[in-house]
């Protein structure tokens, strides 16, 4: 297998990605630490607790790209510890069944087990036909919308599955804007990652991979833009800053937020 992923036809990406995180599932985790040097807890931990769900009663929630649950169980912690909040749900949707299973691993070891509060559902970000429109308050992408093959029509089907004055909200990898940092990063990202991925997870192929989806990944403003194409309102709705997206680490990582109208 080659995931050199300029030669690989559009079509194929979808079951390419399937491929990469079939075989990194059980690693997931440990490497997300180990190659972010646990800095991928830090953002989601400030993107869930910006987004403050539960402030205004419990919230309809769906996390798309959901993986191992990372977003969902803070949202329902945020909820829980912050406004005794029990009764906020979040489906987890994950193209992938392996890392659903590993989510639901883990989740039984927490109080939402065996709750209405928590489940776990294997669909495509593409085309969520079983999810009825207008259904959810919230909608989170983290570190999965680089994967998908149609941004657009990621944006579309969250769009219509958002109730009117819902909320998007995206964490991805972005582009950093200053020159030396970025230069650093680049040795990290294309010499450091794709050796850890060999030497922890036996896997260089798919960590390359991984490295390489987030240079195409399109800027800050394309992306706010395309969000904006798909019909939300991007200014002023961010803690009431404005603005469409927030740069974390220079922008390392980024936090995109809209509003369904
Ligand atoms: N959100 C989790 C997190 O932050 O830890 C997981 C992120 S992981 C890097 C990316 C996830 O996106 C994988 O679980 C993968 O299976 C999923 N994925 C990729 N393409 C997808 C698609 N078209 N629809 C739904 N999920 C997809």
């Given amino acids: 297998t080659h995931f050199g992923f300029k030669t690989v036809p559009e079509e194929s990406k979808e079951s390419l990605v399937k491929n990469v995180f079939n ?12 190659m972010s040097m646990g800095v991928h807890r830090l953002w989601k931990d400030d993107f869930v607790s910006s987004l403050k769900p539960g402030r205004k009663g419990p919230m309809k929630c769906i996390d798309l790209a959901g993986g191992t ?7 329902l912690d945020h909820a829980r510890e912050n406004y005794a909040d029990r009764e906020t749900t979040v489906d987890v949707v994950d193209i992938n069944a392996e890392m659903l299973k590993e989510g639901y691993k883990r989740f039984k070891k927490t109080m939402y087990h065996n ?52 909320t998007f909200a995206c964490l991805e990898f972005s582009k950093v804007n200053n ?25 260089r192929e798919s960590y390359q991979y991984l490295v390489e989806s987030i240079r195409r990944f399109p800027s800050q403003p394309d992306f706010a833009k395309m969000i904006q194409d798909a019909g939300f309102a991007t200014g002023g709705n961010f803690e009431g800053k404005g603005g469409a997206w927030r740069d974390l680490w220079g922008g390392i990582a980024c936090i995109h937020t809209g509003v369904k109208v």
């Fill in 23 to 34: 075989s990194v599932a059980s690693s997931y985790d440990v490497m997300n630490d180990a």
């Fill in 69 to 75: 649950g990372d977003v969902a169980l803070r949202i």
């Fill in 115 to 166: 709750t209405p509060q928590i489940a776990f559902i294997e669909s495509n970000a593409q085309a969520l036909e079983q999810f009825p429109s207008d259904t959810y308050d919230l909608y989170t992408i983290a570190f999965g919308i680089r994967n998908c093959t149609s941004i657009p029509d990621v944006l579309k089907e969250a769009y219509r599955v958002l109730k009117p004055g819902g």
């Fill in 179 to 203: 020159p030396l940092l970025n230069m650093l990063y680049d040795q990290y990202s294309f010499s450091v990652i794709p050796i850890m991925g060999t030497i922890l997870a036996g896997d």
